[in-house]
């Protein structure tokens, strides 16, 4: 009769493992915040702050024996990505930010917050904020997260719901 407690014991801890395991990998991302705090109509240019290339290398790599599989590159650049939503909207994407114009050009940046493991990949969290070059008030703020197989997946996931949420493809939240 011991015997019998005991692989019960042993059979409910391994479900109850199990269930864990299971609901612990089937987080979700959180919606894109977009805080406004002033339209983007009556703007014309934009100038998006440079940022580097995300690059993530998949597969399997090679060792003392020769190559045990091929390794594949993925890259993404969010200032390309960005750059894209605003010339879409017939935004005039500028070098650099001059005098003439400046009052009628948007500033972007772009900054990442955490990353993590999510769902059996990659998970980043971005923040994106749009000021006005003449006088570097905040207009827009867009705080969000993405997922990938890899981290330049992920970051082109966040850019791409961010950009989609203050262009409004999705809910917004308008303040001040």
């Known amino acids: ?21 299971f ?3 089937c987080m979700t991302l959180s919606p894109p915040i977009v805080t406004f705090h002033s339209p983007l109509e009556g703007y014309k240019y934009v100038y998006i702050v440079p940022t580097s290339e995300k690059s993530s290398v998949v597969g399997v790599y090679s060792g003392g024996y020769g190559i045990y599989g091929v390794t594949t590159s993925y890259s993404a650049n ?16 500028i070098p650099e930010i001059n005098l003439e114009t ?13 990353s993590g493991y999510i769902n059996l990949g990659r998970k980043v969290g971005i923040i994106i904020q749009i000021i006005s070059a003449q006088t570097n008030d905040v207009i827009c703020v867009c705080k969000g997260e993405g997922e990938g197989d890899n981290d ?18 999705s809910n917004q939240q308008k303040t001040d």
């Open 23 to 25: 609901f612990s990998g």
């Open 102 to 114: 400046a009052s009628s050009t948007l500033v972007v940046n772009y900054g990442e917050t955490e």
């Open 78 to 93: 969010p200032a390309d990505l960005i750059s894209g939503y605003f010339l879409e909207r017939g935004y005039t994407r």
């Open 152 to 169: 330049a997946a992920a970051v082109r996931n966040a850019v791409n719901r961010c950009m989609d949420s203050i262009f409004g493809k």
């Open 1 to 21: 009769m011991n015997y019998y407690l005991i692989i019960m014991k042993r059979l409910f801890l391994v479900v109850l493992a199990s269930v864990v395991l």
